[in-house]
């Protein structure tokens, strides 16, 4: 079935001051991966994430991850309950308070995993990154389903297997497995700007459905006289 689309939630914060220690421990049955696609080539490749829980982040010991740019990076582990992860380029120097610019973003206690969105920000004089998080936990975004999200102004609409999409702009789409079995589907996409003149061909492709692999395919704009492209990456293991 078709779940009911809604406007991004993707949680993005940037937090105020913040000093000293606050000790974390990581579960490792609560994972994070993260993505960078499009990144240009001056983007940084990695990251040193510190984690908050309460005011103040664990300066001690930061994870370093890489900002993968076409699949979604290993797992690492997260910290149980409500925390902020804060992005910095470099280990933070002894006594150095955590930068209030710094990317950052929060993880409510019930998710189990999450997906990381990197996207280029020139304007953050910390880092020059911005971050989103998708719950990706297992009774939300689970194994066999595709996550549409739409980041263009057109409406995307088909048939992806036997499934229908309708994709709005600006939202999500979670689309339930769209085979009965492993193997191979059609997927047939048209894009709609404003009025149903403005309707193109978008995508006449086949895809493979595989039960245990979650896909997140993101819709990107491109400029005139096309309309948008898809991007479709495979989450495997997770």
């Given at each position: 079935?078709?779940?009911?689309?809604?406007?991004?939630?993707?949680?993005?914060?940037?937090?105020?001051?913040?000093?000293?220690?606050?000790?974390?421990?990581?579960?490792?049955?609560?994972?994070?991966?993260?993505?960078?696609?499009?990144?240009?080539?001056?983007?940084?490749?990695?990251?040193?994430?510190?984690?908050?829980?309460?005011?103040?982040?664990?300066?001690?010991?930061?994870?370093?991850?890489?900002?993968?740019?076409?699949?979604?990076?290993?797992?690492?582990?997260?910290?149980?309950?409500?925390?902020?992860?804060?992005?910095?380029?470099?280990?933070?120097?002894?006594?150095?308070?955590?930068?209030?610019?710094?990317?950052?973003?929060?993880?409510?206690?019930?998710?189990?995993?999450?997906?990381?969105?990197?996207?280029?920000?020139?304007?953050?004089?910390?880092?020059?990154?911005?971050?989103?998080?998708?719950?990706?936990?297992?009774?939300?975004?689970?194994?066999?389903?595709?996550?549409?999200?739409?980041?263009?102004?057109?409406?995307?609409?088909g048939m992806?297997?036997?499934?229908?999409?309708?994709?709005?702009?600006?939202?999500?789409?979670?689309?339930?497995?769209?085979?009965?079995?492993?193997?191979?589907?059609?997927?047939?996409?048209?894009s709609v700007?404003?009025?149903?003149?403005?309707?193109?061909?978008?995508?006449?492709?086949?895809?493979?459905?595989?039960?245990?692999?979650?896909?997140?395919?993101?819709?990107?704009?491109?400029?005139?006289?096309?309309?948008?492209?898809?991007y479709t990456?495979?989450?495997?293991?997770?």
């Amino acid at each position: 079935m078709i779940c009911n689309s809604s406007r991004f939630n993707l949680k993005v914060a940037f937090f105020g001051a913040l000093s000293i220690f606050a000790i974390v421990s990581a579960h490792a049955d609560r994972v994070a991966r993260i993505l960078y696609y499009g990144a240009p080539k001056s983007a940084p490749k990695t990251s040193f994430v510190y984690t908050a829980q309460g005011e103040d982040y664990n300066r001690r010991d930061p994870q370093e991850v890489v900002l993968e740019r076409h699949n979604f990076s290993k797992s690492f582990d997260l910290a149980d309950g409500e925390i902020r992860l804060g992005f910095l380029p470099q280990r933070l120097p002894k006594r150095a308070v955590f930068p209030d610019a710094a990317p950052s973003l929060s993880i409510p206690a019930s998710w189990s995993k999450v997906l990381i969105l990197v996207f280029e920000d020139p304007n953050n004089p910390i880092m020059p990154i911005r971050v989103q998080a998708l719950d990706a936990s297992d009774t939300v975004f689970g194994p066999g389903e595709l996550l549409f999200i739409n980041y263009s102004e057109a409406s995307i609409f088909g048939m992806v297997g036997d499934k229908k999409l309708i994709l709005k702009p600006q939202t999500t789409v979670l689309l339930s497995e769209p085979a009965k079995e492993k193997g191979s589907y059609r997927v047939k996409l048209d894009s709609v700007k404003d009025t149903i003149e403005t309707r193109q061909w978008l995508l006449r492709q086949s895809w493979r459905h595989e039960p245990e692999v979650r896909r997140v395919v993101f819709v990107f704009p491109l400029p005139e006289p096309r309309v948008a492209k898809l991007y479709t990456a495979p989450i495997r293991n997770f």
